[in-house]
């Protein structure tokens, strides 16, 4: 009986190790679900898995030969579950979508819950440092790779001194930014006009170039360049 209690101590015990490490990479990038949810999270499906696999405490009075019980079924039910919890940190923050790494550890960290809580400590602890090295170190990686950056672009005028469409784009290509999508509208009852563009470079320095540039123009009204961000 000792041991059962040590070897269900060293496996919830392990799970929340698991999930505090993930969830303290999540909570120094300053995410929605951070160090506590992690971590209640992998300790909480390895206490759900521990329940399959001690049924003999709990079922003292029922012959163990008659109890037919599926785990499977229990860790399947965790991850279906757990996709309420990871939709929850989804957010879309105008041209992106937040949340869906954070919400991707989340659905990992409950994996984790399970195979600590069944005692598979092998794949358990290998995948433990894979996230975490997944999430710390593929961040440097992805910092030095080349790839585009959006950014949403306003450019207001009064109606009577907007440019054409032509120098807009000219202006855009000259700091090394192309125009991925635009769209037109009048505002303030007609007064003015407005130029929505999404743009795209491989260099965010350039879209701080761009505002520097159409600070000093003098006929335009208001702009707003708003980077699309992780």
Request: with cysteine; glycine share 8%; aromatic share 10%.
């Amino acid at each position: 009986m000792s041991d059962e209690y040590l070897e269900i101590a060293i496996r919830l015990g392990s799970a929340w190790t698991a999930g505090s490490l993930i969830g303290l990479e999540r909570t120094f990038h300053g995410r929605p679900a951070g160090f506590r949810t992690h971590a209640l999270v992998c300790l909480a499906s390895a206490l759900l898995m521990s329940l399959t696999s001690y049924q003999g405490q709990w079922l003292k009075d029922v012959p163990l030969e008659t109890i037919q019980t599926d785990p499977t079924r229990m860790a399947a039910g965790i991850m279906t579950g757990i996709g309420f919890l990871g939709a929850g940190v989804i957010f879309k923050e105008k041209l992106t979508i937040r949340g869906l790494t954070t919400a991707a550890s989340i659905w990992m960290t409950a994996a984790l819950g399970i195979l600590y809580g069944i005692g598979f400590y092998y794949p358990a602890i290998l995948v433990t440092g894979a996230v975490v090295g997944t999430l710390a170190i593929f961040r440097l990686i992805e910092y030095w790779l080349p790839s585009q950056q959006y950014a949403q672009l306003k450019l207001r005028y009064s109606r009577e001194s907007t440019p054409d469409e032509s120098t807009v784009r000219s202006l855009i290509a000259q700091h090394k930014a192309r125009i991925a999508s635009m769209s037109y509208r009048l505002v303030e009852s007609g007064k003015a006009f407005e130029y929505c563009m999404v743009i795209c470079t491989y260099n965010q320095i350039h879209f701080s170039q761009l505002a520097d540039r159409l600070r000093q123009e003098t006929d335009l009204m208001e702009f707003r360049i708003s980077p699309v961000g992780d």
